[in-house]
C-alpha cells in the first residue's frame, strides 16, 4: 500500500489590516471576510480618518467589517497624519502580526508601511501600481511609499503590474488580483442595466483641486445645473468637505430644480442610483471602477487619473475646473458620453478592473508556503564579499 502523497501545508497567518477611509471600508471587507473564511487570524483597525458616521462608522457595520481597535480621531488635518503614525507605530509593536497588509494611497498606506518595517515585519500592498503621474498629488506619494515598502504587490490589473515593473519592481512579487471593489460590487447582488432603464446624471466632488477654490467650485455648480438642463435630473450626494466649501464660498447657491442634493448615500443605495444613471461625473477614484462595472460612462474631473483601462477603452473623459474652457470641455465630454450610439457601445465593454474574486486570490497567495521567502524578512549575507551590482 503506498502512502497517501502529504497535503501541501497552507499558511495561516496573522494579518494586521488598517483602515480609514470610506473607500478602504468598501474594498477591504469583503477581503477580510475572505482572509477569515480560509482560517487567517485578522486584527482590524479603524485609524479614524474619516470619523463622521454616514462616512465611515455606519458603513463599516453596514459590510460586517468589525473593528478590532478603534482610534476615532477628532484632530485637524495636520496634527492627523502625526498621530496616525503614531498610533501605527505603538498598534503594530504591540501587536506584532505576521504581516501588514493596507490598501490603496491614503495616509494608512505610509504610516503602516514604516510602522511594518519598524516593527521588521513584512508589508503587503493592496490596489499597488495605480500611478496617476500627478507629482502634486498625495495620494501618488503614498501609492509609491507602499511600492518601496511593499515585500509583495497585489496588483488590479497588468497596467498597473508593468508600472510597478516599470519601477524595479521584481515580477516574483507581483500577482494581479483584480480590485476587491469589485468583490463588494458583486455581493450588493445588483446587476448592470440595459440603456434605455437608465436616467439622469450622478455626480460627486470631493477633491481639494476642484472644492477649495472658490472659482472652481463655482464653475462646478455651474456644470451641475448645466447637465440637469440638458441630460437630466442629476442626483449629488453630498461630501461633507464639499458641502462645507459650499456653504463658505457660495452661500445661497442656487441648484437647478432638477438637481437633487442630498448627504452621503449609503454604499447600497448609492450603487443602485450608479447603475440607474446614463452618465457619472465625479472626482472619485473608485467610482471610476463602479462604473466600468455596470457599463455607465463617466467624466472624471481631474486632469489625470490612475485608472487609464478606462481612458483607453473609451468610457471616461477627462476634464478639469481650471478654466472655463476646461469647464466647457467638460460639458462636451457629457454630451458626447450620453449620445445613444456612446452608451451602448460603453455598455458592452468588460468591465477590465477584476471579476469578482480578488479578496479569494489574495487570501488563497497569503496561504501559498512558497511565498515565506518574502514573507520572512532576513538580513541578506554578503559576507562573501560580493556586490549586489
Ligand atoms: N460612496 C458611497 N456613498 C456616496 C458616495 C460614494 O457609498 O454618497 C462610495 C462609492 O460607491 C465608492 C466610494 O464611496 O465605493 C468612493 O469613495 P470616495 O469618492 O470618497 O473615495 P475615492 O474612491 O476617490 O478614493
Not at 69 to 88: E, F
Request: charged share 20%.
Amino acid at each position: 500500500m503506498t502512502n497517501p502523497s502529504p497535503t501541501p501545508s497552507v499558511r495561516r497567518r496573522r494579518i494586521l489590516v488598517p483602515y480609514g477611509t470610506r473607500p478602504e471600508i468598501i474594498k477591504l471587507a469583503p477581503v477580510v471576510r475572505a482572509l477569515r473564511a480560509v482560517g487567517h487570524s485578522v486584527i482590524t483597525v479603524n485609524t479614524g480618518q474619516h470619523s463622521d458616521a454616514p462616512m465611515s462608522g455606519d458603513l463599516s457595520l453596514a459590510l460586517g467589517l468589525e473593528t478590532t481597535i478603534t482610534n476615532v480621531l477628532t484632530l485637524d488635518k495636520s496634527s492627523r497624519l502625526g498621530q496616525i503614525v503614531s498610533d501605527a507605530l505603538r498598534i503594530v509593536s504591540e501587536h506584532r502580526p505576521d504581516l501588514v497588509l493596507a490598501l490603496g494611497d491614503t495616509d494608512t498606506v505610509p504610516a503602516y508601511a514604516l510602522a511594518a518595517k519598524r516593527s521588521s515585519l513584512p508589508f503587503v500592498h493592496l490596489e499597488a501600481g495605480l500611478r496617476s503621474f500627478n507629482q502634486r498629488s498625495a495620494e501618488e506619494l503614498n501609492r509609491k511609499i507602499g511600492s518601496a515598502s511593499a515585500s509583495l504587490h497585489f496588483a488590479p490589473t497588468e497596467r498597473s503590474r508593468a508600472f510597478l515593473r516599470s519601477e524595479g519592481v521584481d515580477d516574483d512579487r507581483i500577482r494581479v488580483v483584480g480590485n476587491s471593489v469589485i468583490d463588494a460590487l458583486l455581493s450588493t447582488s445588483l446587476s448592470p442595466l440595459g440603456v434605455e432603464e437608465r436616467f439622469g446624471v450622478l455626480v460627486t466632488a470631493h477633491r481639494a483641486t476642484n472644492v477649495d477654490d472658490p472659482q472652481r467650485l463655482s464653475r462646478f455648480v455651474g456644470l451641475v445645473n448645466d447637465l440637469a438642463s440638458t441630460i437630466g435630473p442629476v442626483t449629488f450626494p453630498v461630501h461633507p468637505r464639499t458641502a462645507q466649501r459650499m456653504a463658505q464660498f457660495l452661500p445661497g447657491v442656487r441648484f437647478h430644480d432638477q438637481v437633487t442634493l442630498s448627504p452621503p448615500l449609503g454604499y447600497f443605495s448609492f450603487i443602485d442610483q450608479l447603475r440607474r444613471s446614463l452618465l457619472v461625473v465625479t472626482d472619485s477614484g473608485g467610482l471610476q471602477e463602479e462604473a466600468s462595472y455596470f457599463g455607465v460612462p463617466l467624466v472624471v474631473l481631474r486632469g489625470s487619473t490612475s485608472r487609464w483601462e478606462s481612458v483607453e477603452n473609451g468610457s471616461v473623459r477627462l476634464a478639469t475646473l481650471d478654466d472655463d474652457q476646461g469647464a466647457a470641455r467638460a460639458r462636451e465630454a457629457a454630451n458626447l458620453l450620453t449620445r445613444d450610439e456612446s452608451l451602448r457601445t460603453i455598455a458592452t465593454i468588460p468591465c477590465p478592473y477584476g471579476d469578482g474574486h480578488t479578496g479569494e486570490a489574495v487570501a488563497r497567495y497569503l496561504g501559498d508556503p512558497s511565498l515565506d521567502q518574502y514573507l520572512i524578512l532576513e538580513e541578506p549575507s554578503f559576507l562573501n564579499g560580493e556586490v549586489p551590482w
